[in-house]
Structures are given as C-alpha cells and as structure tokens.
C-alpha cells in the first residue's frame, strides 16, 4: 500500500466546509484512496473512496487531483459530531490496512 | 442488521496470561481482518482471514494467533501477555478479500485489553 501523509490537526468552524488534505505522491494505479474517520473511543467508520473520479456521498465529497499524487476530503457542512480522527489510505485490497496518525478535526462551535 | 459485534468489550489481564477475544462479523461477510490500537496511534494490522483461511499477516510476535471457524465468526488469542499488548483490539468485517479493493470494511467497536 502507499504511503499517505496528512496534516497532524486541523480546526473548523461548526456549520462551515472542511477540507482535509492527503497526499499520496506513491500511489500505483489501481490502488484505491480511501477514507475512515474514528470518533474517541470507538471502531473507525467508513466515509468514502475513490480510484480516479471525484466521489461524493450522504457524508462527504472526495476530490481526487487528475495525477492522483494527492486527494481532499470535504465535509460541507461540519457539525460538533464530525470532531474525530480521519485517516486516508491508499490500498489495493483490504489485506493490509495501514492507518497512519491521520487528522484530528476539531469542529469549534 | 446487527453490526460488526466484539466480546468482551473490557478486559484487564495479568502479564503472563492468555486471552482470547471474539468477533462475529456482519451476516454475509466472509473477510474478517484484527486491528491492535495502542493509545494515541493509527490502528495496526494483525491479521486478516477470509474463508476459514490467514490471507494476510501483520508484523506481529507468534504470540499472537488467530482463527476462523466456519460460520466465519474469528477468534484472537495472544498468549504470555506483556504490559506492551494493553490495546485497543478491533475487528472488521468485509465483504471480500484480496480482490481489487471495491468495498469497505466495517469496524467493530472493539475490546479494550489492559495488561497490568
């Protein structure tokens, strides 16, 4: 799997978007960016993924640049109850997942 | 639909015991794959099974082991504990395996393991 590099923490104001960086210049071409976040304390949740189109869902949009060397998660809307750590990670297969630190978000009233 | 289920939610040990900690993964899923989560970092891979068989193992002392039985529900077992194996213990469970990744994996809750 290739290594994703992602800033340490990053603050967003409640009601505004937040966009999460990844970058992930190793990344082969049919590995999948992948997207989990984990509030304290519990298992890690599922977002979204992607392999080259931007994706988007009920929780969140995935922008993933044409050179796939790096992808931004956005929240559009965050609420107190995104506050968590997201983790990106590029993966072929679910053999293997390697989480990294990922961001803490903290969404501030 | 019941979700990823893990048991015991808690458990304190003693150093030099044996543990095994059980998760059931969600109805139709065949792939079950154990996570350790030391305090403050990223889950690591331990192991994954996928149809009764190890597909994949993390770096992990043979300490560590793991089954599926056939109703594809997974046993960890860690024997001769350490202060070090104090963890959080996930599991998730997951559609498929090894195939060109197209589907996500769905996280248990986890067992909170203290080694004293």
């Known amino acids: 799997d290739a290594k994703t590099t992602q800033p340490t923490s990053m603050d967003c104001a409640e009601g505004r978007a937040a966009n999460l960086p990844c970058n992930h210049s190793t990344i082969s071409g049919n590995e999948y960016v992948y997207w989990y976040r984990q509030i304290h304390s519990q298992g890690p949740q599922y977002i979204i993924h992607g392999l080259k189109n931007n994706e988007t869902n009920e929780m969140a949009s995935l922008i993933i640049t044409e050179d796939r060397k790096s992808s931004t998660l956005i929240l559009p809307h965050a609420t107190l109850r995104d506050t968590a750590v997201y983790y990106c990670?590029?993966?072929?297969?679910?053999?293997?997942?390697?989480f990294g630190a990922g961001t803490r978000l903290t969404v501030k009233p | 639909d019941a979700g990823v289920t893990q048991s015991p939610t808690h458990l304190i040990k003693t150093r030099g015991q044996h543990v095994t900690l059980r998760c059931s993964p969600i109805?139709?899923?065949?792939?079950v794959s154990w996570y350790q989560q030391v305090l403050g970092q990223g889950p690591q891979f331990i192991f994954q099974y996928y149809e009764k068989e190890e597909r994949g193992r993390g770096n992990f002392p043979d300490r560590f082991s793991a089954r599926q039985f056939p109703n594809y529900s997974s046993e960890l077992n860690v024997n001769a504990l350490l202060l070090g194996d104090s963890a959080l213990y996930l599991c998730?469970?997951?559609?498929?395996?090894?195939?060109?990744?197209?589907?996500?994996?769905?996280f248990g809750q986890g067992t909170r393991l203290t080694v004293v």
């Open positions: 990670i590029a993966l072929y297969n679910n053999n293997d997942m390697r």
């Open positions: 109805s139709g899923h065949k792939s």
């Open positions: 998730a469970s997951s559609l498929l395996a090894w195939k060109p990744m197209n589907t996500e994996a769905f």
